[in-house]
């Protein structure tokens, strides 16, 4: 642009013109030369930056709780309110368990917060305790006396719509430039730093991790279904939890066996397995287990401590060696110096093997103190106080998971598959509890017995039956005449003999004077054919030849009953009204209808009964009509059409 414009560009050094080649190129020297020394400047400055750093001296923002005292060390803050509030954010950790925890324990509470920045820099401002503040806290590795350099990396980045960001990414602790213990007292060791980074890992559900609810279902979190493979998962809905592989049939993938079972089924049988896995007897077993483990870790150290004495038998003599040598002989000298310094490097492999093995050696409680926990455990397992997630952290630190697979043979078996933590598994068999339908199931006893006296007994009498027997309703209560029916009904036990010799049923009599049963109903409720009432008030009739003969006599009498075929006074070309209510595709209800409404003539005979002259008019009529009236949807009609045809009006 200078160039172009013919300005000149002055510097401390001199004037250059851009239009002359020769000024152009002394110019894009010295600003390479620039840049090359900002680089310098910038790794010079980053460097003794790192080296203050990895002496622990570098001075970086401390969070709070910690401030810099006038030597520049890191101490605790002064302030005993700040210290005790930082130090109940771990108190309530080891209490809780999670961050949310610690975030309820601190509700109502005010926390301190150290200001970056702004017109309150460096002051302590009060305020909430937040989740995110609270995870923060507890996996910050100042709070466990450590100092850290380079826990995270920024970098920048572009994002699509052109701006420029820098973005923070935590590193892992490997990557960490500098990690320097026991560099300023702590408010938690390194160790409990460690359980607590774990702990908070465990907690993240969204990372797939499962850790211990509060329900009363204790494999939550742990147990899996034997036919997919899949995590199963509690349900609460109902009084009893349950759990199920829900996952596998919203995916679609689930198998016939995937399906679900009672919480507590599973429950009894693996906290069974628990207590029995840590009785005394099983305990001891594992105390002389942990015997042989530290004798061969003794023997371990031991050898590794002797490899280090005869690396350093080896290193010395080198180095004697190496000096008996005259410098002259420089050939032999230089050889000499070699092998010593191969010796050296030997010597501290040796002795950081060794290192390692007496840092992994494990420590072991004693077996008094265990033999006295192991007692008290059953105890507080049941004890009111235990609360359920304690119930499933204790469970979880002996058992891996436990896998449910229904049995493919019998539906009310269940395999249960237990993966301790120690590698071994065990099988173990449970019978499904029965639902609330079959455990009000009367018992077979009961029936069989219902079924062997029932016939002959009435319903009373079978309840009292029953009774004596000390037999009762799957309910427990005792039968009455009313369970006694119930029973006959649902069993279908026989009744005792409703009719006695020579009675017939309404329905019978019918039959054998070929009429209808209303006919029959109407002589039995007008007093004209004598019956009496059976049990459950059902007519009994006694069907004498002599009651047979009059019944047949007034039926012969009646004008009201007749049969189709008899053709008493009918005229040629008229029609009975069963016979118009076929030809029109109707019932005869409908064309006794039509005729009382005057809308169809009808002549009555002799004997009072109606003859209809369907002209063709007459029935293209009838046919218009009834085309054109309401007629009721075909569920809502009597299934069961009254036998008018039967009956003249
Ligand atoms: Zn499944």
């Given at each position: ?77 002064p ?41 309150w ?25 450590a100092?850290?350099f ?31 213990h026991d560099?300023?007292e ?22 797939g991790?499962?850790?211990?609810r ?5 494999c ?5 279904c ?9 349900r ?11 996952h596998?049939r919203?995916?679609?993938v ?25 009785a ?15 004798a061969?870790?003794?023997?371990a ?14 290193a010395?003599r ?8 005259e ?45 006295a ?10 004890a ?16 891996g ?57 009435n ?41 006695t ?6 329905r ?16 039995l ?18 069907f ?17 009953i ?8 009918r ?27 005057g ?29 054109n ?21």
């Open positions: 642009m200078a160039r172009l414009t013919d300005t000149l560009v002055i510097d401390a050094d001199g004037v250059y013109d851009l239009s002359d080649i020769n000024d152009r190129l002394l110019l894009g020297l010295k600003s390479q030369m620039s840049e090359a020394e900002i680089h310098l400047l910038t790794s010079r400055l980053n460097e003794s930056k790192r080296a203050a750093a990895r002496r622990g001296d570098l001075r970086m923002p401390l969070p709070v709780g910690y401030v810099h005292d006038d030597e520049n060390m890191v101490v605790i803050d302030d005993a309110e700040v210290a005790a509030a930082v130090a109940d954010v771990f108190t309530a950790f080891a209490a809780t368990g999670s961050a949310y925890g610690v975030a309820g324990a601190f509700a109502g509470r005010r926390f301190p917060r150290r200001a970056y920045g702004g017109a820099a460096g002051q302590i401002r009060w305020g909430r305790l937040t989740h995110a503040r609270a995870a923060g806290i507890l996996t910050n590795p100042v709070y466990a006396g100092y850290v380079g826990r995270r990396r920024t970098r920048q980045a572009v994002h699509p719509d052109g701006s420029v960001h820098s973005c923070t990414t935590e590193l892992p602790r490997e990557q960490w430039q500098v990690l320097l560099h300023h702590a408010y938690v060791s390194w160790d409990q730093f460690l359980t607590i980074e774990a702990k908070l890992a465990a907690n993240r559900t969204n990372a991790a499962r850790p211990p509060e329900g009363c279902a204790l939550q979190g742990i147990v899996f034997g036919a997919c493979g899949r995590a199963m998962q509690v609460y809905q109902d009084r009893h939890p349950r759990y199920e592989c829900s596998s919203h995916d679609h689930a198998t016939p066996w995937c399906g679900s079972v009672r919480a507590d089924t599973i429950d009894e049988v693996v906290t069974g397995a628990l207590l029995a896995a840590v005394p007897n099983q305990i001891a077993l594992a105390l002389a287990a942990a015997d042989e483990v530290t061969r870790h003794a023997r150290a031991r050898a590794a401590g002797l490899a280090v004495d005869r690396a350093r038998y080896h010395d080198a180095e004697r060696a190496f000096h008996a040598c410098p002259e002989n420089r050939l032999v000298a230089r050889s000499l110096e070699a092998r010593w310094e191969a010796r050296l490097a030997e010597l501290a492999e040796a002795q950081a093997a060794l290192a390692v093995q007496t840092s992994s050696r494990p420590d072991l409680p004693s077996p008094e103190q265990l033999a926990t192991v007692a008290d455990l059953p105890t507080l397992w049941a009111p106080t235990t609360s359920d997630k304690d119930r499933k952290r204790l469970l979880r630190t002996l058992l998971d436990v896998t449910i697979t229904p049995s493919t043979q019998d539906n009310t078996r269940i395999d249960i598959g237990l993966r301790w933590k120690s590698g071994a598994t065990q099988q173990i068999q449970a019978t499904r509890r029965r639902n609330a339908t079959q455990l009000r199931n009367t018992d077979p006893a009961t029936i069989a017995l219902a079924r062997s006296i029932g016939p002959d007994l319903n009373a009498g079978l309840a009292a039956a029953l009774n004596a027997a000390a037999h009762t309703t799957g309910t427990g209560h005792p039968f009455d005449t009313k369970a006694a029916s119930n029973l006959r009904h649902a069993y279908r036990i026989a009744s005792p003999a409703t009719l010799d020579g009675e017939l049923t309404p019978v009599v019918a039959a054998r004077l070929k009429t209808s049963t209303s006919t029959v109903h109407e002589w409720t007008t007093g004209q054919l004598p019956a009496r009432r059976a049990r459950g008030g059902h007519w009994a009739i006694t004498t030849p002599d009651i047979e003969a009059a019944c047949q006599q007034r039926l012969a009498a009646s004008g009201h007749h049969r189709d075929t008899d053709n008493i006074d005229q040629p070309g008229e029609l009975s009204i069963a016979q118009t209510a076929t030809q029109l595709g109707v019932k005869a209800d409908v064309v006794y209808y039509r005729a009382h409404r809308y169809l003539p009808t002549r009555r005979g002799t004997s009072g009964r109606r003859w209809v002259t369907l002209t063709p008019e007459l029935e293209a009529d009838c046919r218009h009509r009834i085309a009236s309401y007629k009721p949807p075909d569920h809502v009609k009597s299934q069961n059409p009254q036998p008018a045809e039967r009956i003249a009006v």
